[in-house]
T-cell receptor
């Protein structure tokens, strides 16, 4: 079974509008972490936001927020006030468990390509 | 904040030739280091990770190997490249379970 599922291969949004990118995950471990990355055409993976499974509040970083619904095993990324520079691939990733040494074995989804239109 | 360098940025190699990709990290000490590969239009797959000098863990059996000769240097190697080794190779660094930052990547094309 897929550990991370991003069901939207492509999304379109008008500039200045909000957009939600979906991510569902599958794990039986009570301790896990969820990451979102942005990959522009240059290829570099840019870290956006992190949510721990025990975090009580949804993570927010500027225009990015994570809609974390634990019971539904979803961790959707919300981008508010979209900008043309937000056009990129977006990847959801998960770390299962807590490992001493702090290393993260991330499992990535297939990604969603976001296009922001003027 | 840390900076991750990868060299070279692009590489075209014939099948059967050796490979050496380098990753160096600035601005942090004793990081956990990772090598990922991304096939065209796909997500990332973890290849190797390292929690310290000389300590390498492999995630996927393949003809690639990794080494960490210094605290902030991580090298990906192969003795004989295969066509299937083509892809985008990303090095990542992190010190906590909440962080993992990536370098600019190396595009490898094996012909």
């Amino acid at each position: 079974a897929q550990k991370i599922t991003q069901t939207q291969p492509g999304m379109f949004v008008q500039e200045k509008e909000a957009v939600t990118l979906d991510c569902t995950y599958d794990t039986s471990d009570p301790s896990y972490g969820l990451f979102w990355y942005k990959q522009p055409s240059s290829g570099e993976m840019i870290f956006l936001i992190y949510q721990g499974s025990y975090d009580q509040q949804n993570a927010t970083e500027g225009r990015y927020s994570l809609n974390f619904q634990k019971a539904r095993k979803s961790a959707n990324l919300v981008i508010s006030a979209s900008q043309l520079g937000d056009s990129a691939m977006y990847f959801c990733a998960m770390r299962e468990g807590i490992v001493s040494g702090g290393y993260n074995k991330l499992i990535f989804g297939a990604g969603t390509r976001l296009a922001v239109h003027p | 904040s840390q900076t991750i360098h990868q060299w070279p940025a692009t590489l075209v190699q014939p099948v059967g030739s050796p490979l050496s990709l380098e990753c160096t990290v600035e601005g942090t000490s004793n990081p956990n280091l990772y090598w990922y590969r991304q096939a065209a239009g796909r997500g990332l797959q973890l290849l190797f990770y390292s929690v310290g000098i000389g300590q390498i863990s492999s995630e996927v059996p393949q003809n690639l190997s990794a080494s960490r000769p210094q605290d902030r240097q991580f090298i990906l190697s192969s003795k004989k490249l295969l066509l299937s080794d083509s892809g985008f190779y990303l090095c990542a660094s992190g010190q906590t379970q909440e962080t993992q930052y990536f370098g600019p990547g190396t595009r490898l094309l094996v012909l």
